[in-house]
């Protein structure tokens, strides 16, 4: 639930993408007024879901974003100081900046491994990086396993 001003709900109601929930009753109703027409706009709206619009996209690859999904420690050595970004594969070997290719780095582990993989640098990944899940997919996977360590025990 949240609150939009009268013109926004006004654009909502006339574009299809929000309907009256109480339209029976005539007290719930503002009358706004020009100089052609007369809009009775309901106090109350609810929003409907058509098409695409509501969907839940990818965030974009940017530092804040992978701190968040590595949560903010090094993927090479697990600290949480002088965190740097780092592409597995070199930019130079050909290396994308998408999310399975970037990772939270220290400064030191970043300059150690410079400009190779970590197989070549010798230095293994804690966790493969993957791109974020929906929330509700999140919620669900880690429902999911709780109940599956709640069964074994």
């Known amino acids: 639930m949240s609150r939009v001003n009268i013109k926004r709900a006004i654009v909502?109601?006339?574009?299809?993408?929000?309907?009256?929930?109480?339209?029976?009753?005539?007290d719930n109703f503002w009358q706004v007024r020009s100089p052609s027409v007369v809009f009775d706009v309901p106090k109350q709206i609810r929003l409907t879901l058509a098409g695409n619009e509501r969907l839940w996209k990818v965030?974009?690859?940017?530092?804040?974003?992978?701190?968040r999904r590595d949560h903010y420690t090094c993927q090479y050595c697990g600290s949480t100081k002088n965190l740097t970004l780092d592409h597995v594969i070199p930019r130079s070997k050909g290396g994308k900046h998408t999310w399975d290719?970037?990772?939270?780095?220290?400064?030191?582990?970043?300059?150690?491994?410079?400009?190779?993989?970590?197989?070549?640098?010798?230095?293994?990944?804690?966790?493969?990086?993957?791109?974020?899940?929906?929330?509700v997919v999140t919620f669900a996977e880690q429902?999911?396993?709780?109940?599956?360590?709640?069964?074994?025990?």
């Open 12 to 26: 909502l109601l006339v574009t299809g993408k929000a309907e009256p929930l109480d339209h029976l009753v005539k």
């Open 101 to 135: 290719n970037v990772v939270t780095a220290c400064d030191r582990c970043n300059a150690r491994k410079g400009d190779r993989t970590p197989v070549q640098a010798g230095m293994p990944l804690r966790t493969q990086p993957k791109a974020p899940m929906h929330p």
């Open 59 to 67: 965030p974009p690859v940017n530092r804040r974003e992978v701190l």
């Open 143 to 153: 429902f999911w396993r709780e109940q599956q360590q709640q069964n074994l025990e």
